[in-house]
């Protein structure tokens, strides 16, 4: 490992949430058996009230509080900077914060921001020009407050080397062990992945969790229309097919429903489609040919072609992490003395 990657401060904003700041800890705070010696040098910065290295609690969400001698003094000298989520991302990031970021980067660090942390970052100007990944759910406030910033709502995590970003929740995790991949090789990131029982990479992206409703704007006399088609996925609609049942022209019919759902005809008839799939794949055993055929899209392979794209994972890697299940009763057993198994994975449908 690289000296200058060993110490690490995770900046403490208030009202900050408590998982953001709970999994730096977890994974940089924590001397484990089987992993590099010596490990990180976490240090836990108080940014804002009580910060400067005084002692005082920095109230997190809920009933947490930061206690920490550590501001921004250490903030500024530390080999890699953590910016987690921020309480509000329509107010502004603390100056305080943004000034020591700013000098930390001109000092060398690598900066990162984890969630909603990416509206601090941005802030700061490093992201203007660069690629960059936030919660999906922030995308469209985080593209209007920061046009400068090519927002990439569909991946976990962007890497530009000495700025890094991640997307929500607990792709925080994913992106601690991107960092240990980086710093101590693959070897650490796979062992720190088993104790942690996770993926030590996971395939797709952000993609495969947002969820696709129907847009909100809406033109009521295309109501019946959408309704007709979202009942016939199944069936080869085309957009004449559409426009002779809405008594109109194909070009009308495809500028009244830019107008109303911001896309074509076609684009709005495969989201359908592949929402439509993501739900079969999550409530049933359908096979996926057969999930292909009621949903439109002909064959498994054409399915997978187009879920993959759209999604980011295969629909049975898909169904393994969404499936719903019934709920039973826990059978408890004696544990056996054996040695746990890794989850291999399986050969995708």
């Known amino acids: 490992m690289s000296a200058r990657h060993r110490s690490i401060a995770l900046a403490v904003t208030p009202g ?5 700041l709970a999994v730096p800890c977890h994974v940089f705070g924590t001397d484990r058996p089987g992993l590099p010696d010596p490990w990180y040098d976490l240090r836990v910065c108080a940014i804002g009230p009580g910060g400067e290295g005084a002692g005082d609690p920095v109230a997190a969400r809920s009933w947490f509080a930061a206690r920490t001698p550590y501001g921004t003094e250490e903030l500024i000298s530390a080999d890699t900077v953590i910016v987690p989520a921020s309480a509000d991302v329509r107010g502004d990031p603390p100056e305080e914060l943004i000034d020591a970021l700013r000098e930390a980067h001109r000092r060398g660090a690598r900066i990162v921001s984890l969630c ?3 509206f601090t970052l941005a802030a700061t100007g490093l992201l203007d020009g660069r690629t960059a990944a936030t919660h999906w759910m922030y995308a469209a406030l985080f593209a209007e407050r920061y046009p400068a910033v090519r ?6 995590y962007v890497d530009h080397g000495d700025v890094l970003t991640g997307a929500g929740s607990t792709a925080c995790i994913d992106v601690c062990l ?4 980086e710093d101590y090789g693959s070897e650490a990131a796979n062992t720190l992945a088993r104790q942690l029982v996770a993926p030590a990479h996971r395939p797709g992206g952000q993609a495969q969790y947002i969820e696709a409703p ?28 559409l426009a002779r049942r809405a008594h109109t022209s194909p070009r009308t019919l495809t500028r009244r429903f830019h107008s109303a759902t911001g896309t074509t005809p076609l684009r709005w008839l495969q989201a359908q489609r ?9 409530s049933g055993d359908l096979p996926v040919d057969r999930i292909a055929e009621l949903c439109g899209l002909g064959t498994a392979a054409n399915l997978r072609r187009h879920f993959t794209r759209a999604v ?38």
Do not use: K, N
């Open 178 to 181: 991107h960092l240990v991949r």
């Open 274 to 282: 592949i929402a439509r799939a993501r739900e079969l794949l999550e």
């Open 312 to 349: 980011g994972v295969p629909p049975h890697d898909y169904r393994r992490a969404f499936r719903a299940r019934e709920s039973r009763p826990l059978a408890w057993s004696r544990p056996q003395e054996s040695r746990p198994q890794e989850s291999r994975p399986q050969a995708a449908v």
């Open 16 to 20: 900050m949430p408590i998982f953001d």
């Open 214 to 241: 129907l847009p909100e704007r809406t033109d009521d006399s295309l109501a019946p229309l959408l309704h007709w088609a979202a009942e016939r996925l199944h069936e080869p609609l085309t957009v004449a097919d």
């Open 151 to 156: 927002l990439d709502p569909s991946v976990l």
């Open 116 to 118: 909603s942390g990416a």
